[in-house]
């Protein structure tokens, strides 16, 4: 078995219901993402205390409410003009529901969660695809991963008013995948992720990709192809390439 193959696999959580041997404790949480220029119906702020309620009425970006029944988390997303660099480094609906959403899950694990329900109340599927990534990359932890992976038991489901909801959710978590892949990458020690280790690392991961060669240059491939540079490299470590 490959560990670094186990990690992996273990890097998606939103559409995944994981058993443990441990039982379910907490109440269930409810994320209610308001996108741009949109509005929460009335009826899911019955029964809130005043001082949340003021802050969900000015569109504070996130007030997390405990009740005794629940916790709930509501989130608004919001234009924020940038007066530097004509506007261009003025966050997307994307990358603003990404961070909200991550900022929010931070709040979530704080709390006993038994279940999650996340509702988008917008009308921007890069936003709905920001929240969803958000979630996914929110839940990465290279000690969690590393060396003894732990098992994720929360439950997340989705409710939106796309009808390609499940695609655009199957594309999120890709590309959420990747990039928390890379962030392992990034994260494991020399030691471990070295040339000979990555590349059965990689075979591993496309052996049944029918679609995706993996194809391994060694030493003499790479001073073939007069990559000079990186064969000097190369030489000088203890795991050459």
């Known amino acids: 078995m490959n560990p670094m193959i186990d990690a992996v696999k273990e890097l998606s959580f939103s559409q995944k219901t994981k058993t443990t041997s441990q039982k379910k404790l907490g109440l269930p949480t409810f994320v209610y993402f308001v996108g741009r220029n949109s509005k929460l119906p009335q009826s899911v702020l019955k029964g809130l205390p005043k001082t949340s309620l003021e802050k969900i009425k000015n569109k504070a970006p996130i007030e997390f409410v405990t009740t005794s029944r629940s916790h709930l988390c509501f989130i608004h997303s919001q234009i924020v003009e940038s007066p530097q660099h004509y506007g261009v480094f003025a966050p997307s609906p994307y990358a603003m529901a990404r961070d909200l959403m991550g900022a929010c899950y931070r709040q979530m694990v704080s709390h006993p969660t038994s279940s999650v329900r996340v509702e988008y109340w917008g009308e921007l599927e890069d936003e709905f695809k920001g ?17 003894k992976i732990k098992t994720n038991s929360l439950k997340v489901n989705f409710k939106s008013k796309f009808k390609n909801q499940k695609q655009i959710m199957a594309d999120s978590i890709q590309l959420a995948e990747g990039i928390n892949f890379a962030r392992l990458l990034v994260d494991l020690p020399a030691n ?13 991961l496309f052996a049944k990709k029918a679609k995706t060669k993996v194809s391994v240059w060694d030493s003499e491939r790479i001073k073939k192809e007069k990559m000079g540079l990186h064969y000097g490299v190369g030489q000088g470590a203890v795991e050459k390439s």
């Open 192 to 204: 471990i992720l070295n040339p000979k280790s990555y590349a059965s690392l990689l075979q591993d």
């Open 131 to 147: 929240l969803v990534v958000g979630l996914e990359m929110a839940q990465y932890t290279f000690k969690n991963l590393w060396p």
